[in-house]
């Protein structure tokens, strides 16, 4: 399985935008990028996911590198409830579980 | 909105009893899957289904059994439970099987063996 590298922890400002690395230096042509998050004391929930192409949602903006060996989860105005433990996930076309890092902590700071 | 419930927040249970924890989806959904969540391991899976009466073991499987007798729910089931068992417990639904597909989680068990 592909694997994912992400800080452990990150830090930002209430109301300011927050850039989320992951590297995936290993992905292979069919694995889609999926970002899910997990607030205390909740079960993880989705964020976003893309394949090749950067995507928009309400929640986040997803931009992924050209040779897609890294991508960028974007907040754009960071909230106090934003803070969580983001995960970088890559999953496989022929696989249909997940395999969960340690993540990225997210404080956000009022 | 999706909804994946599990029939309790906190269980404790003493060494050697068996242990059910029961998870719910109410979207029609045909994957579900079991995960195990530790400090510094992140999420591990344990067992999924992928239709009524299939089981597929995940990553860590033993000392664990599933049942998934009707096609909303998924048990997760302890037959001798352990001290080294103790962890949160984490159930997920997803509507397809492929790779874009998204699961839903629901909130988690945080189960403490004595």
């Known amino acids: 399985d592909a694997k994912t590298t992400q800080p452990n922890s990150m830090e930002s400002n209430e109301e300011e935008p927050v850039h989320l690395p992951c590297n995936h230096s290993?992905?292979?042509?069919?694995?889609?990028i999926h970002w899910y998050r997990q607030l205390p004391s909740q079960g993880p929930e989705y964020v976003i996911h893309?394949?090749?192409s950067n995507v928009n949602n309400r929640m986040a903006s997803l931009a992924i590198a050209e040779d897609r060996k890294s991508s960028t989860l974007i907040l754009h105005r960071a909230t106090l409830r934003d803070a969580a433990v983001y995960y970088c996930?890559?999953?496989?076309?022929?696989?249909?579980?997940?395999?969960f890092g340690a993540g990225t902590r997210l404080t956000v700071k009022p | 909105d999706v909804k994946v419930t599990q029939s309790s927040r906190y269980l404790v249970k003493r060494t050697g009893e068996k242990v059910f924890l029961e998870c719910v989806q109410d979207?029609?959904?045909?994957?579900m899957f079991w995960y195990r969540q530790d400090p510094g391991l992140g999420l591990r899976l344990i067992y999924f289904?992928?239709?009524?009466?299939?089981?597929e073991k995940g990553d860590i499987p033993e000392g664990y059994s599933v049942s998934r007798e009707k096609k909303e729910r998924f048990s997760l089931i302890l037959e001798s439970a352990s001290t080294n068992q103790t962890s949160m417990y984490l159930c997920?639904?997803?509507?397809?099987?492929?790779?874009?597909?998204?699961?839903?989680f629901g909130p988690g068990t945080r189960l403490l063996v004595l």
């Open positions: 997920a639904s997803s509507g397809g099987q492929g790779a874009w597909e998204t699961q839903y």
């Open positions: 893309g394949l090749t």
């Open positions: 290993t992905i292979s042509g069919t694995d889609y």
């Open positions: 996930i890559l999953r496989d076309f022929n696989n249909n579980d997940m395999r």
């Open positions: 979207m029609d959904h045909e994957n």
């Open positions: 289904s992928y239709d009524v009466k299939m089981k």
